[in-house]
């Protein structure tokens, strides 16, 4: 069966040659436990999940909510029923479950570190400020922020909105609301969380 075929079957696929890659290439992923190269692997899989996450943000807020206003205001045009029908729903999905991955993956490599609760304290727990911890903590902050307007604000709002719960024409006006200033305070906050996202790991302390 040809994984290109699914959308599964081509992620499944893409990990198998990043294993083979991984085994070719070095002495193999079960040596990564507690090892630099088991930061590098967890960070790879944050950063994939981020990209997922913050590339379905901007589709929301760079392309679809701009081309439901037009599909809108466009008397006699196709209207904007196909993106609410077959499309939000498909991405809200991914858009949801990957935050949480993206969120999962980020704590793992400050626990895997030992930086946790030095992030969460924005490195200001010992003595010393902890250049490291506020600048990986800001971004903690911001990305936890995030989630939680994710699966709060916009998730709920959204599933009123595309009509998937009952909600009433009120509701569905203030929910559309709600779920579009999440939207954009997401996307505000997304690019100060990239700058503290590399600039921890690329020495660039704030
Ligand atoms: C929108 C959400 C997020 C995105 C797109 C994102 C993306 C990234 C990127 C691109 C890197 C840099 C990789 C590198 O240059 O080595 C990174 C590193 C990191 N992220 Fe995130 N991140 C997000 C949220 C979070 C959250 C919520 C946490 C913590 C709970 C977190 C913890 C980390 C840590 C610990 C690093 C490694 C820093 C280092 O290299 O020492 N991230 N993230």
Redesign the pocket.
Same mark, same amino acid.
């Given at each position: 069966m040809n994984p290109l075929k699914s959308v599964p079957g081509t992620i499944i696929a893409g990990f198998v040659l990043a294993l083979l890659i991984l085994l070719a290439t070095g002495d193999g992923p079960i040596t990564a436990i507690g090892s630099a190269k088991g930061?590098a692997i967890i960070?790879w899989l +944050?950063?994939f999940?981020?990209?997922i996450?913050?590339g379905l943000?901007y589709y929301f807020n760079f392309v679809q909510a701009p081309a439901l206003a037009d599909a809108a205001t466009d008397d006699g045009g196709p209207g904007g029923a196909g993106i609410t029908k077959y499309v939000a729903p498909r991405a809200l999905f991914w858009f949801r479950w990957s935050?949480l991955a993206?969120? @999962?993956?980020?704590?793992a490599?400050?626990l895997h570190?030992g930086?946790?609760a030095n992030?969460?304290m924005l490195g200001l727990g010992g003595d010393n400020v902890n250049a490291?911890a506020m600048t990986?903590g800001i971004?903690?902050? %911001?990305?936890?922020i995030? %989630?939680f307007n994710v699966w709060v604000l916009i998730w709920p709002n959204q599933k009123k909105v595309l009509g998937m719960v009952e909600a009433s024409a009120d509701e569905i006006a203030s929910a559309k609301n709600t779920a579009f200033i999440a939207s954009r305070l997401?996307t505000l906050m997304?690019i100060p969380? @990239?700058m503290?996202?590399?600039g921890?790991? +690329?020495g660039f302390f704030m």
């Open positions: 930061n960070i +944050h950063v999940s981020g990209i996450w913050i943000l935050a993206t969120w @999962l993956t980020g704590a490599f400050l570190r930086e946790f992030a969460f490291y990986i971004g903690a902050w %911001l990305g936890t995030m %989630l997401n997304s969380l @990239l503290s996202m590399v921890a790991g +690329h």
